[in-house]
């Protein structure tokens, strides 16, 4: 694929961000990368529901000035990550209201009670339990539907790997799943193929084939590709990988967003349209 994007990046503008927007987009560029999305984290939990780490107004500041130093090697996309959006709307839609983000990606990291899904005793909780538990707040997730993309859907996936000692797939719980997945669909949202997941435990991408496969089957068109990177030099990291998955599971196209409009890029050799993007 000629016009590779990636769609989920982290700068220092998140608090677990390790390379400047400057820094992620010349890594961007040196990668042969055309298309980012830097997506760094509002992350507001019960003890610090306005989070204020997450300095919009720098971020737009710097985002701003990285679009004009790049503008003829790489195309800048303002984003965010939402966490837990669902479980904190006011403070999550006031974050979108101010600036014309051009794609927001929402993840579901915490559970009500404010427990992050890493600190979950994964060893006195039953895989059934666990995947119901996690898809239960997927769907409120959808429910709130203020996003584009949710984010590496089957996350607890990488830290009960070392637990299980294999990889667990949302598909214990089928009907449930079907069912986050057929509102995604229906709201008009996407998924993303998060391949972070290559580089940690898990050794397979956040979803997995199976999960991926599933929400074609159902109809799902809206997918975007992401790297996860937190330091630069992970940026692009399994793009290429996931391209090769999206078209194993019947992808034709991912998707990139301008001001929350979808765009597509064709993914498909025979149509000889490497590069493009369009409306559909």
Not at 28 to 40: L, P, Q, R, S
Not at 42 to 50: M, Q, T, V
Request: hydrophobic fraction near 40%.
């Amino acid at each position: 694929m000629n016009y590779l994007v990636d769609y989920h990046v982290h700068s220092i503008f998140s608090s677990d961000g390790h390379n400047t927007i400057m820094d992620m987009c010349r890594s961007a560029v040196n990668k042969g990368i055309k298309e980012i999305a830097v997506t760094d984290h509002f992350e507001p939990h019960i003890s610090n529901e306005d989070y204020p780490f997450y300095n919009q107004k720098g971020y737009w500041a710097l985002m701003t000035k990285a679009k004009q130093v790049f503008r003829e090697k790489l195309s800048v996309k303002f984003g965010v990550e939402l966490g837990q959006p669902h479980l904190f709307p006011e403070v999550s839609g006031a974050i979108l209201e101010g600036f014309p983000y051009d794609y927001v990606l929402a993840s579901a990291h915490k559970l009500p009670a404010g427990m992050d899904v890493s600190e979950i005793d994964f060893g006195s909780i039953s895989e059934e339990e666990l995947c119901s538990m996690y898809l239960m707040q997927l769907k409120e997730l959808v429910y709130w539907n203020d996003f584009d993309c949710i984010g590496h859907l089957d996350l607890i996936k990488r830290y009960s790997a070392d637990v299980y000692k294999k990889n667990i797939s949302l598909t214990c719980q089928y009907e449930l799943l079907r069912e986050v997945l057929q509102l995604v669909i229906h709201s008009g949202k996407g998924i993303e193929i998060n391949t972070s997941g290559l580089r940690q435990t898990p050794k397979e991408t956040f979803p997995g084939f199976d999960v991926l496969k599933l929400y074609k089957a159902l109809g799902g068109e809206v997918l975007t590709i992401g790297s996860d990177a937190h330091v630069a030099e992970d940026i692009g990291k399994g793009l290429e990988e996931a391209v090769d998955m999206a078209k194993a599971a019947g992808f034709r196209y991912i998707t990139v967003f301008n001001r929350r409009k979808p765009g597509w890029v064709s993914i498909t050799e025979e149509e000889n349209t490497f590069g493009q993007v369009n409306s559909r």
